[in-house]
T-cell receptor, first 110, second 114 residues
Framework: QKEVEQNSGPLSVPEGAIASLNCTYS??????FFWYRQYSGKSPELIMF????GDKEDGRFTAQLNKASQYVSLLIRDSQPSDSATYLC??????????FGGGTRVLVKP | DADVTQTPRNRITKTGKRIMLECSQT?????MYWYRQDPGLGLRLIYY???????NKGEISDGYSVSRQAQAKFSLSLESAIPNQTALYFC?????????????FGQGTRLTVV
């Protein structure tokens, strides 16, 4: 079992809709969770992090964490074509190293 | 100037050659990482270092070695490059305090082994 799992997609959403991305992790000791956005050929850039159960909102983005079920999700509201990218979930796992999932490719269609 | 700088940005090398990828940072972070990215596979950890005297293997360290020359410098070497090491390589840094360890990435090095 991979430490961090994501659906590879592509997740196709119409412009203006909500994109919902999920991530599950295996290490119950994980303490902090990150969502990165990566455009093709570019470096990942941090969208937001979360470390407490519940929701955290930042602009059009909402991260949701459920430690009991070991999943973290990202909602993108009012999706824009510029949101088309690969979204990487990262977990601060055992030994405090950052472990990434395989990424979910999102396509926002005008 | 970028806070995390990787050199070279692109490299084509032949099978069997030794190659070194370099990473330097001005963020003052203790922790540095080398990741490899292949299409559809996300970022896979090769090696990481929490300080100058600390080197740890990641999930795919075979065929790679690293050197932490200083707090600001972390190099990745391929002793004898092979074609399946063709990939995009990222260096990253993070602070050494606490559990919230946001990673800051370099621009990436695209390596092609022919």
């Amino acid at each position: 079992q991979k430490e961090v799992e994501q659906n590879s997609g592509p997740l196709s959403v119409p412009e203006g809709a909500i994109a919902s991305l999920n991530c599950t992790y295996s290490d119950r000791g994980s303490q902090s969770f990150f969502w990165y956005r990566q455009y093709s050929g570019k470096s990942p850039e941090l969208i937001m992090f979360i470390y407490s159960n519940g929701d955290k909102e930042d602009g059009r983005f909402t991260a949701q964490l459920n430690k009991a079920s070991q999943y973290v999700s990202l909602l993108i509201r009012d999706s824009q074509p510029s949101d088309s990218a690969t979204y990487l979930c990262a977990v601060n796992a055992a030994g405090n190293k950052l472990t990434f999932g395989g990424g979910t490719r999102v396509l926002v269609k005008p | 100037d970028a806070d995390v700088t990787q050199t070279p940005r692109n490299r084509i090398t032949k099978t069997g050659k030794r190659i070194m990828l370099e990473c330097s940072q001005t963020k003052g972070h203790d922790r540095m990482y080398w990741y490899r990215q292949d299409p559809g596979l996300g970022l896979r950890l090769i090696y990481y270092s929490f300080d100058v005297k600390d080197i740890n293997k990641g999930e795919i360290s075979d065929g790679y070695s690293v050197s932490r020359q200083a707090q600001a410098k972390f190099s990745l070497s391929l002793e004898s490059a092979i074609p399946n090491q063709t990939a995009l390589y990222f260096c990253a840094t993070s602070e050494g305090q606490g559990a919230i360890t946001e990673a800051f990435f370099g621009q990436g090095t695209r390596l092609t082994v022919v």
